[in-house]
Each structure stands twice: as C-alpha cells, then as structure tokens.
C-alpha cells in the first residue's frame, strides 16, 4: 500500500485575507504619533534649550506660542476638503513631506520672527492637519466597527508615543534640540510618507472591498468612469445638527480642561499640598486608566447609545473636576488622576469614532476638520483660562467649580439631544 501523506495545514490560498483597512489604521496611528513636533508635548522637549540659546522670555515665547496654535488650528479647515476630493494616500503623503518642511525649518531657526513663522507650521500641519487626516483615515475604512476600530486606534497611538517621547528627548539630551528635531523630519520624510504611498488607498471601494471588511463590492462601469459617491450627510447639513455641537463642544472643552490641568498639574497640586513626586505619579495613573478607557470606549460604544455613553463620559470628568479642590491624600489624587484618565479615553474614543458613524463618509474629511478646529482652539485657550482664572479668583478651586459645572451642563445637554437621521 502506497502510504498517503496527512494534510497539516490548509493551503495558504484557504486562508482569509487581512482586512486592508487594519494596515491603514496602522498608518494612520503612526501618522498621529508623527504630529510630536506641532504637539505641546513635543515642543515641551525642546523648549528650555530652545530658550537659552535664542534668548527669548517665557512669557513672548508663550504669546508667540499661542498664536501659533490659533492660527495652526485653521489648518484643519482647510485640509479636510482636500481630504474628501483627493483621498487619503496623495493629502497623508503631501502632509508629511510639508510637516518634515516644517520641522526642519523650525530646527534651523534664528530669531524670534523665524521661530514663529516655523511654530505655526509645524502647529498647523502637525497638531492640526495631520491629525485630521489620520482620523479621518480610519473613519473612511471603519464604520459599523467604527468604535473597535477606533478603541485599537488609540492604544496604538498611546504606546507610540509613550515610545516617542523619550526617544526624542534622548536625541535632545545627546544630540541638542536642533540635530533632534532634523531627525524627527526625517523620520516624517522616510518613514511616514513612504508608507503612505505604499499602504493606504482613497477608501475600501478603490480596492474592490467595502468598509468593515464585508464581502467585496463589485466595481462597475459606472464606478470606475467617475469618482465615487459615497453615502452620508452633507458638510453644512451635518454642522446644522445639535449632536454635532454636542459632540465637538464636549471633546474642545475636554481638550481646555486636559491643556490647562497638564501646564500647571504641578502648581494645582501644591496648592492641596503635594510635593513634585506626587504630580509625576499622577502622569503614569492618568496614562494607564487612559488606555483603559479606550478599550472600555470601544467595547461599550456598540452596546450603549452613543450621546448616553458620551453623557456618562462628561459626567465622570464632572465629578473628577468638582473633587479635586477636595483632595487630601495621594489615595484621593491617584483617585482623581484615574477618573480623569478615564473619562478621559472613553472621550477620545467617542471623538475618533462618532463621525462616521453619525455622518457617513461623504464629507467627512471637512467635518473631521472643523470638530478638530474647535478642540485645538480650546486646547489653546486653557492653560490661558486656568491662568486668568488663578488671577481673578486667587485659587485654582473656584475655577475648578466653572469647569465643572461646564463639563456638567453638556453631559445634561447630550442625554437629551437627538442622534441625526441618516442621510442617503
């Protein structure tokens, strides 16, 4: 008898295929850890050196600063039309290679007036634009799996830059802050863009599939003679709904809180009588729950509806900040850290994922931008309202009490607000 040989395996052919989408949203996350240098934090690494070699006062580099920001934050308007005529491969590939531009220019700055020029392009197409097309990017490949999609999303981009960070402060250590910022430039021009190009696609349909991984769709004749037409609501009509404010206004104000808290966390501690040591404990616990409230974001978003898990979101930080003037143990402020990280996550998940679900994909690049806008603006503005706040009142405690009420009245107002219906 001829002894015949077991089958081990299945062919590879047999085997199913990865969803593209999954590798884009792998860009995409490493496209977001690439705003470092237009990102507070990043700049935050060179900031010190920065200063003493150019000669400039903390108080006109923070002027500077902030018009920057403001200015940057119209980036995301902008890019978001682009977006939706051109695709995300030709806008993420032409965005990295200006943000490497720009960091290079920023590297090789002179005189205040040069540094600002360089601030507000590295803000504006580094914290702004580039930050709207990663988004959006997994918003045009994930929408019934929107939320999952966006809860991996995150974690991804939460450990790259926890890997960042101190790899470019390292380069600044080592290497100074202008050979470390040419590298990041670098990175974004060899790294970045290239794998733009080579991994991501104007959407699902230009690969014959549709979004989610389902069964692919045919391309037709008349698809293939004319751009796609994708389903979903209009721009305007999309910014005339209440859920829309709801959403934006909940993420920006979110976004003052977490700027404003994260510039003076320190001086805001030691007001309830902390030492330094407690406040960098308190960056790990808010970075840990973070990452928790990105995955139970994701796991609840399909299972609660949408405004309700928003309003839960709002809620928590509510609490968070209307306790804080209360806290006098390290068990109370680890406490605090972790409702704020917390509160936080399941935000940001909402924020990432909310768009295409509630809006479809047809003008998504320009809703993603103008929702953007609104966060970077108020994100700019916080460290300002805390300051001013601290002035006025002569406690952080009282500003505290504003915030949350504020934080309060739109966790009210998204319980009550109607989910948009579904445009063709």
Same mark, same amino acid.
């Given at each position: 008898?001829?002894?015949? #040989?077991?089958?081990?395996?299945?062919?590879?052919? #047999?085997?199913?295929?990865?969803?593209?989408?999954?590798?884009?949203?792998?860009?995409?996350?490493?496209?977001?850890?690439?705003? &470092?240098?237009?990102? #507070?934090?990043?700049?935050?690494?060179?900031? $010190?050196?920065?200063?003493?070699?150019?000669?400039?006062?903390?108080?006109?580099?923070? =002027?500077? *600063?902030?018009?920057?920001?403001?200015?940057?934050?119209?980036?995301?308007?902008?890019?978001?039309?682009?977006?939706? =005529?051109?695709?995300?491969?030709?806008?993420?590939?032409?965005?990295?290679?200006?943000? %490497?531009?720009?960091?290079?220019?920023?590297? #090789?700055?002179?005189?205040?007036?040069?540094?600002?020029? +360089?601030?507000?392009?590295? =803000?504006?197409?580094?914290?702004?634009?580039?930050?709207?097309?990663?988004?959006?990017?997994?918003?045009?490949?994930?929408?019934?799996?929107?939320?999952?999609?966006?809860?991996?999303?995150?974690? /991804?981009?939460?450990?790259?830059?926890?890997? +960042?960070? @101190?790899?470019?402060?390292?380069?600044?250590?080592?290497?100074?802050?202008?050979?470390?910022?040419?590298?990041?430039?670098?990175?974004?021009?060899?790294?970045?863009?290239?794998?733009?190009?080579?991994? /991501?696609?104007? *959407?699902? $349909?230009?690969?014959?599939?549709?979004?989610?991984?389902?069964?692919?769709?045919?391309?037709?004749?008349?698809?293939?003679?004319?751009?796609? $037409?994708?389903?979903?609501?209009?721009?305007?009509?999309?910014?005339?709904?209440?859920?829309?404010?709801?959403?934006?206004?909940?993420?920006?104000?979110?976004?003052?809180?977490?700027?404003?808290?994260?510039?003076? *966390?320190?001086?805001? &501690?030691? $007001?309830?009588?902390? @030492?330094?040591?407690?406040?960098?404990?308190?960056?790990? !616990?808010?970075?840990?729950?973070?990452?928790?409230? *990105?995955?139970?974001?994701?796991?609840?978003?399909?299972?609660? @509806? &949408?405004?309700? &898990?928003?309003?839960?979101?709002?809620?928590?930080?509510?609490?968070?900040?209307?306790?804080?003037?209360?806290?006098?143990?390290?068990?109370?402020?680890?406490?605090?850290?972790?409702?704020?990280?917390?509160?936080?996550?399941?935000?940001?998940?909402?924020?990432? %994922?909310?768009?295409?679900?509630?809006?479809?994909?047809?003008?998504?690049?320009?809703?993603?931008?103008?929702?953007?806008?609104?966060?970077?603006?108020?994100?700019?503005?916080?460290?300002?309202?805390?300051?001013?706040?601290?002035?006025?009142?002569? %406690?952080?405690?009282?500003?505290?009490?504003?915030?949350?009420?504020? !934080?309060?009245?739109?966790?009210?107002?998204?319980?009550?607000? @109607?989910?948009?219906?579904?445009?063709?």
């Amino acid at each position: 008898m001829t002894p015949t #040989t077991p089958t081990l395996a299945a062919s590879p052919r #047999t085997l199913p295929r990865v969803y593209h989408g999954w590798w884009v949203l792998l860009v995409a996350a490493a496209a977001m850890v690439g705003t &470092l240098p237009g990102r #507070t934090q990043g700049l935050g690494l060179v900031t $010190e050196p920065l200063l003493a070699e150019l000669g400039l006062e903390r108080v006109a580099y923070a =002027r500077t *600063n902030l018009w920057a920001t403001l200015i940057g934050a119209l980036f995301a308007l902008g890019i978001g039309r682009w977006l939706d =005529r051109l695709g995300g491969r030709v806008v993420l590939t032409g965005v990295a290679l200006t943000l %490497s531009a720009s960091t290079w220019l920023l590297s #090789t700055a002179r005189s205040s007036g040069e540094l600002a020029v +360089a601030l507000t392009l590295t =803000r504006g197409f580094g914290q702004s634009a580039l930050s709207v097309v990663s988004i959006a990017l997994v918003g045009q490949w994930f929408v019934r799996r929107a939320e999952r999609a966006m809860a991996l999303y995150s974690v /991804v981009l939460s450990v790259g830059f926890m890997l +960042a960070f @101190p790899l470019v402060g390292g380069w600044v250590t080592a290497l100074g802050w202008r050979t470390a910022f040419l590298l990041v430039g670098l990175a974004l021009a060899l790294g970045l863009a290239p794998l733009a190009l080579l991994v /991501v696609r104007r *959407n699902p $349909e230009a690969c014959g599939l549709a979004p989610d991984g389902d069964a692919p769709r045919a391309r037709d004749a008349s698809r293939a003679a004319g751009p796609l $037409e994708l389903e979903g609501h209009a721009f305007g009509a999309a910014l005339r709904t209440p859920a829309f404010w709801v959403l934006a206004l909940g993420t920006a104000l979110y976004g003052l809180v977490a700027s404003g808290i994260g510039l003076f *966390n320190e001086s805001i &501690l030691a $007001e309830r009588g902390f @030492p330094a040591g407690v406040y960098h404990q308190t960056l790990a !616990v808010t970075a840990l729950a973070g990452l928790a409230g *990105n995955f139970l974001g994701g796991a609840l978003a399909g299972r609660v @509806p &949408l405004l309700r &898990l928003a309003a839960a979101a709002q809620g928590v930080l509510a609490l968070g900040l209307a306790a804080l003037p209360f806290v006098a143990t390290r068990a109370q402020v680890f406490a605090w850290a972790a409702a704020m990280g917390l509160g936080g996550g399941i935000v940001m998940v909402l924020f990432f %994922s909310a768009w295409p679900r509630l809006y479809g994909r047809r003008a998504l690049g320009r809703i993603q931008g103008t929702a953007q806008a609104v966060t970077v603006l108020c994100s700019a503005l916080g460290p300002l309202v805390l300051a001013e706040g601290v002035a006025r009142s002569g %406690s952080y405690g009282t500003v505290f009490f504003g915030l949350a009420a504020a !934080v309060g009245a739109l966790a009210l107002a998204a319980l009550v607000t @109607p989910l948009p219906r579904r445009a063709a």
